[in-house]
């Protein structure tokens, strides 16, 4: 509620540093290198960029409605947003940032009520749960287009990806 984001030592399990980035913080997704974090903000539509070293917002990024959760692909180079909109009027929206460029470069539709993010271990497919439409949408990452939707149980939220051994 106070638009922060604290950085957290664990091994003292002691807060060494909060974070102004602003209104409704939701989730954090890290870079893979560890250099960077992005902060959805679900009250401005955007996502705020944090360097890892300074510790200060670097950027905000002009992303869907209501952005909720993202994550990185294993190679750095994206981050997909699902933009979840409201109860009222859900949105079916995954912004895919560049990170290169720190801008959205392409917009893709996936189901009512975009929400959880999760990606393969290979960076091939990303997975976007879709609350208002109980499935999960599977988008080709190379491709960068929706390939299919599995229907799923009631409001799905979160998704991790796991490989079969």
């Known amino acids: 509620q106070d638009g922060t984001v604290s950085v957290i030592d664990t091994t003292a399990l002691s807060e060494v540093a909060r974070i102004k ?29 944090i360097d890892t070293a300074t510790r200060e917002v670097t950027d905000r990024i002009e992303v869907g409605p209501n952005p909720i959760q993202m994550i990185a692909t294993p190679d750095g180079r994206q981050v997909y947003v699902a933009n979840q909109g409201t109860e009222a009027a859900p949105n079916d929206t995954v912004s895919v940032i560049d990170t290169a460029t720190g801008e959205v470069a392409k917009t893709l539709k996936t189901g009512p009520g975009a929400h959880g993010v999760s990606v393969s271990a290979d960076g091939a497919f990303v997975f976007v749960t879709n609350t208002a439409d109980d499935s999960v949408s599977v988008i080709d990452a190379r491709r960068q287009e929706v390939v299919g939707t599995v229907p799923v149980g009631d409001r799905p939220n979160g998704i991790v990806y796991g490989a079969a051994n």
Not at 23 to 47: I, M, W
């Open 21 to 49: 980035v602003g209104v409704a913080p939701v989730q954090v997704g890290f870079t893979p290198d560890g250099k960077r974090v992005y902060v959805s903000l679900r009250d401005e539509n955007r996502v705020a960029v």
